[in-house]
């Protein structure tokens, strides 16, 4: 993502609100979901998306980009290339190799960095759930590896007693570097070369953590997954990312959450939306009761006779719940059938309506005349 406009990705302004930007990712994250774009370019343009989403609604990411072009103020990418997809909750493939590329640390170098306690980098990981796991909510365990600071050494990659003074700079952690230049001998400082600029030189690596300062335990975690989530939303496992140096603590996991489409549902908040929601004729002149499919079991409602296709119901308390108690509404729009009749039930249901008449075509005829 080096070089790349975030706004341009998401396909919004510079000024653009967070729920702006959280709008345009949801609805191109449908557009390039793997079920709904199968010509092999899913992934690789869902983690462009994911890594524009991630700055852009980070405020301090997004302030730092704004002001440098990228969302750490130096120039470091902070974002560690892992992004895995999965299906339906196999989060075993997901979290499995997630820290596989992570740095051994010093390992045996005789050279240290001493200057502070730094922070390790976030990880990001997709996770894709069905639809009815993000609307209802789910939980899996997982077994996760987690970076904790060598209680041996501290963090540092030594014992006290085999961290030397360099010989170099005299602990100074820099030196004076002369060189000849066509002007004449120059003289400058630089840090030095053989501390790395530390001032302290590592005689011996910490037998526990192999000098990496760090170990690496496997964890058993429960990670829960609340009801109403969608598509953009982010679990945080606080500590599960990358190493941090000298004792600084780990960085965190963050979960993306992608949601497989409904066959029937299409979600507008925590509201659930059925466009075309088949109900007989016969229903409706009867006015009969029918049922209708809702997260949580079916309900029935009342139809009347005045209703037409196109009509909308609104079923209150029918919708998504999501983790803070608040559910939405589900909406129907009808879709009035004829149902199909043998040959002798229609003769003798026609001979039963024969008494009655209507309007409608006469009406809608004379009114089309009227208007030329």
Do not use: W
């Not at 653009?16 to 092999?40: C, F, S, V, W």
């Not at 740095?103 to 639809?131: E, I």
């Not at 992608?258 to 059925?274: E, M, T």
């Not at 075509?361 to 089309?368: D, L, M, Q, R, S």
């Amino acid at each position: 993502m080096a070089n790349k406009d975030y706004y341009k990705v998401l396909g919004v302004s510079k000024n653009a609100t967070d729920k702006e930007i959280k709008a345009a990712y949801r609805k191109l994250a449908m557009k390039y979901h793997p079920d709904r774009l199968q010509n092999g370019n899913s992934d690789e343009k869902m983690q462009e998306l994911n890594q524009a989403y991630e700055v852009l609604s980070d405020p301090t990411k997004r302030a730092n980009y704004d002001k440098y072009g990228t969302e750490t103020p130096r120039g470091f990418n902070m974002d560690s290339g892992f992004d895995v997809g999965g299906f339906g909750m196999n989060f075993q493939d997901i979290f499995g190799d997630i820290f596989s590329n992570f740095s051994s640390g010093f390992r045996g170098s005789d050279r240290a960095n001493f200057k502070g306690k730094k922070r390790g980098s976030d990880v990001f990981t997709n996770v894709f759930l069905t639809f009815e796991e993000a609307m209802l909510g789910t939980e899996t365990k997982e077994k996760l590896e987690k970076f904790e600071p060598c209680s041996k050494c501290n963090g540092v990659g030594a014992l006290s007693s085999d961290i030397k003074t360099c010989n170099t700079c005299k602990g100074a952690g820099k030196a004076k570097i002369r060189k000849q230049t066509p002007f004449g001998l120059a003289e400058y400082v630089s840090s030095c070369s053989n501390c790395n600029g530390s001032g302290k030189i590592i005689s011996k690596s910490c037998v526990e953590c192999s000098g990496s300062g760090y170990l690496k335990k496997e964890k058993s975690v429960t990670i829960r997954f609340s009801p109403g989530l969608d598509n953009g939303d982010k679990i945080k496992l606080a500590g599960y990312g990358q190493k941090g140096q000298n004792g600084g603590e780990s960085g965190d996991m963050y979960i993306i959450i992608n949601v497989h489409p409904h066959k029937h549902y299409v979600r507008n908040g925590l509201d659930l939306l059925i466009s075309q929601f088949p109900v007989s004729f016969l229903d409706i002149v009867k006015e009969n009761e029918i049922l209708v499919p809702t997260p949580t079991g079916t309900q029935t409602i009342q139809m009347k006779s005045s209703y037409n296709s196109g009509t909308k119901i609104r079923v209150k308390s029918a919708g998504i719940k999501n983790k803070d108690g608040i559910t939405g509404d589900l909406i129907i729009t009808l879709d009035v059938k004829i149902p199909s009749y043998k040959s002798n039930e229609f003769k003798l249901l026609a001979e039963k309506l024969e008494s009655f008449n209507d309007e409608i075509n006469k009406n809608f005829i004379n009114e089309f005349k009227n208007k030329k």
